[in-house]
């Protein structure tokens, strides 16, 4: 198992260390019931900075050393290891596809949890960016046979709610 990890700030990543409580807590441990179980198989990870003024900012590997789990918090100590010729705003849109697919993304926030754990595959086609290009290959010829037989309406249903198109990253 690999873990994403999501800061705010460069300086963060010099702390080697996350904290999740409060409602971002609540957040992981809805989208990630089994997270007690998956953590401990946790051996690596990618940290990549939220924000548009870190969307340049480069993402880093990380070791992870130590992971410490109780009701009220999560502890993720790392030491970073490699730095990726990889942008935050890369792995940051990657990971949200990725998180919509598994329907991550609280519908009401539009925001999916600053930890993510992923399977060792899922996290390569992530890093490499090659998860969302065959879900892109699988719509395009859903749509490419929908208009065979002009069955507007199944892509129509595909993009839905349609009002929302201009913001499906999907489009």
Do not use: H
Not at 51 to 76: F, H, M, S, T, W
Not at 125 to 137: D, L, Q, V
């Amino acid at each position: 198992m690999k873990i994403f990890i999501a800061l705010f700030k460069k300086e963060d990543l010099n702390r080697k260390i996350i904290k999740l409580f409060g409602n971002q807590l609540k957040e992981f441990k809805n989208v990630f019931p089994n997270y007690s179980e998956e953590s401990k198989n946790i051996d690596k990870g990618i940290v990549y900075f939220k924000g548009k003024a870190n969307n340049p900012l480069n993402c880093y590997i990380v070791d992870i050393r130590k992971i410490d789990l109780n009701e009220d918090q999560i502890i993720i100590e790392f030491d970073p290891t490699i730095e990726l010729d990889e942008d935050s705003e890369k792995i940051n849109k990657r990971l949200y596809r990725f998180a919509i697919e598994r329907e991550w993304v609280n519908k009401k926030t539009g925001f999916f949890p600053i930890i993510c754990i992923t399977d060792d595959n899922s996290f390569d086609n992530i890093r490499k960016g090659t998860s969302s290009r065959t879900k892109s290959y699988n719509n395009l010829s859903r749509v490419e046979e929908n208009k065979k037989n002009s069955d507007w309406i199944s892509t129509c249903n595909m993009y839905e709610p349609l009002e929302e198109l201009s913001k499906n990253i999907e489009v």
